[in-house]
């Protein structure tokens, strides 16, 4: 059974800074390719980043672009995602998800194989 738990997120001010972190289990993790989608009430879930299978090449939506970091350990089969200068825009819950087409995982949720529950994050004005 493949497993994704998300964790790490909450209640932040506008300016403020989230770390979250999925670690995974059920699966050879050194073999996929590692995103983060969010999605807010009303709307459809939308890519953030991805991070290719040994964490050379990322990718981010320009909407994060240049504020998120995304990042793996492969050591301990855990994903990440540093967010800083948060906007009450940023405002949904986070999705851990696991793909083995890296190209694929950034055109959106259709190469995702695995999905973690989500974390919620919420940003105050």
């Known amino acids: 059974q493949v497993i994704l738990v998300e964790s790490g997120g909450g209640l932040v001010q506008t300016g403020g800074s989230l770390s979250l972190s999925c670690p995974v289990s059920?699966?050879?993790?050194?073999?996929?390719?590692m995103a983060w989608f969010r999605q807010a009430p009303g709307q459809e879930r939308e890519f953030v980043a991805a991070?290719?299978?040994?964490?050379?090449?990322?990718y981010y939506s320009d909407s994060v672009k240049g504020r998120f970091t995304i990042s793996r350990d492969n050591a301990k089969s855990t994903v990440y995602l540093q967010m800083n200068s948060l906007k009450p825009e940023d405002t949904a819950v986070y999705y851990c998800?696991?793909?083995?087409?890296?190209?694929?995982?950034?055109?959106?949720?259709?190469?995702?194989?695995?999905w973690g529950e989500g974390t919620q994050v919420t940003v105050s004005s």
């Open positions: 998800a696991a793909g083995a087409n890296y190209g694929r995982l950034m055109i959106g949720t259709s190469a995702v194989q695995h």
């Open positions: 059920g699966l050879t993790f050194r073999t996929y390719a």
């Open positions: 991070i290719n299978w040994v964490g050379t090449s990322t």
